[in-house]
DNA sequence: AGTGTATATGCGACAATTCGAATATACGGA
DNA sequence: TCCGTATATTCGAATTGTCGCATATACACT
């Protein structure tokens, strides 16, 4: 198959894609901005993190081209540049809540041994 | 919200699990899995990687969680521990095509201005 | 026990990422 | 034009991840 280096190569992308979403401020950040555009004012608030260390996330964000920035005035509103993501994030997370869920129930069983 | 920790906890492990899927000879891998268990030689020969190489990558997935590994004779056949995954995967892939499309559909109109 | 195939691990070099602190830029109003 | 608020960027340190190479372990068969 030619189309080898395309597959490669799209793997790269979303390896990629998957790096952007690997840190626990930026999703919080997309699962805010879920709700639609909002300022970083508004994004630094409801995190309660430091402003430049939410403007370096969405600076990452926004280059990799999952979110996207529009100047209101003299706030930056950010969006999400595809709803999709959301999906995705929710996935995983539900996952994740499953296999807890398991493990406490197997603790609640050991522990009562 | 008490279970403010709960959430901020959550997004952590959900990072981690999205870190464990940043990396294009993983996402592969997880791919070939998909259809169904398979020894640690087929992976390195559908992936053409070192077999040290694939070794370590499943090692990171097992140690995650994200895989399973089973001995079956003098061969380890290694499986995904929730094919969900697989799901999340698909659509962030789509999100990527679509992206792709949509920019090169770009480059066609500007090309021919 | 010894050999061959299958798989895993240890190590060192290198690249990439994250954060806090400080500073820079942009815009609206007085 | 100067100020205050909103946002972005730069820098250096610390951490983390990946790879190739070499080597180690596990099992089947003789």
Chains 1, 2 share one sequence.
């Not at 280096?5 to 952007?20: D, F, M």
């Amino acid at each position: 198959m030619i189309d080898l280096e395309r597959k490669r190569e799209l793997y790269r992308l979303q390896a990629e894609l998957c790096q952007t979403l690997a840190d626990p401020t930026r999703l919080e950040l997309l699962e805010l901005l879920g709700e639609g555009p909002r300022p970083v004012k508004d994004l630094v608030r409801a995190t309660g993190q430091r402003q430049a260390k939410v403007s370096q996330h969405l600076a990452v964000m926004r280059q990799r081209g999952m979110v996207v920035a529009e100047r209101v005035g003299t706030e930056v509103h950010y969006s999400l540049a595809d709803p999709r993501i959301l999906d995705a994030c929710h996935i995983t997370r539900q996952m994740l809540i499953d296999r807890l869920r398991r493990q406490h129930a197997l603790a609640v069983v050991v522990g009562g041994e």
